[in-house]
């Protein structure tokens, strides 16, 4: 075995070297940090320190189940990943499936190009866009007010309108480039298989649905994995930079109630327990969908 090890890396040597960047990365900077989470167990202190706080077992994740605000984050942070989960997920996939159908190269590359570039421009840019186009005389409050007659106020200032607001500007973002790994899915499939049907007598439907779908469906199978895999952390970065308190009863969500508690109040221990128990539901969510997937299309990550 050690003989076998001692080859390779002869032979492979310099692959190795261009791998010790991306191992010390993961080791620093997401293994050695979860020693830290043992300060969910205690009540930390930065002048005991980690070791020397006193230990108090369960008790910050008995007290954020039992505070008045659990239940409020807890159906915020699920409601907003299922329609992440819906319509985020989703798009893409539509977006692949027209562009594959399209003829045109040059329609084609045109509209791959519009598609993605929303996802380079910086998240602050983003937000400062949307706050722009749904404020009281924004473009999109214009068009609201025109369509249902609302009263013109600034849309962010409403809690029944942020999940749908936030939604779209994912979508606006990222369906694009989330795209390009299915557009390149649909790349592998044998042009034989549509020559064949089209001879067969069967529709550009019938074709979508009997060889570009089961094509694409092992793709699509691991990119839901990893999409449940992080169901319960949503993109509270973007959260963070949209909401504000009046809009706390549907926008405040876990992750971003772990921001304000950890570094703006200072509670550490407390902050801890909360990530810590999202990164658990977040674990036992990613082997139940790999579970059911494995069984249901015998595709899974492991």
Known sequence: MIRRVAKDFKRNKW??????????????FQYLPMFGAVIAFKDYSPIQ?????EWVGLEHFRSFIDSHYFWRLFRNTVLLSLYSLVFDFTAPIVL???????????VKSFVQTVSFMPYFISLIVVCGLVKDLTQSGGIANLAFTFLTGGDGHDLLQQPGLFRGIYVMSEIWQRVGWESIIYAAALSTIPQAQYEAARIDGASRLRQIRSITLP????????????RIGHLMDVGYEKILLLYNPVIYES???????VYRKGLLDNDWSFSSAIGLFNSAINLLMLVIANALTRKTNQNSLW
């Open 215 to 226: 094509g694409l469906l092992p793709t699509i199978t691991i990119m839901f994995i990893l």
């Open 49 to 53: 320190g980690i070791w020397g706080s």
């Open 251 to 257: 926008a405040d969500v876990i992750s971003t109630f």
């Open 96 to 106: 692949a499936l027209l562009i594959h159908e399209v003829r045109s190269r040059y």
């Open 15 to 28: 692959l190795y070297v261009l791998a010790i960047p991306i191992v010390a990365y993961y080791v620093l």
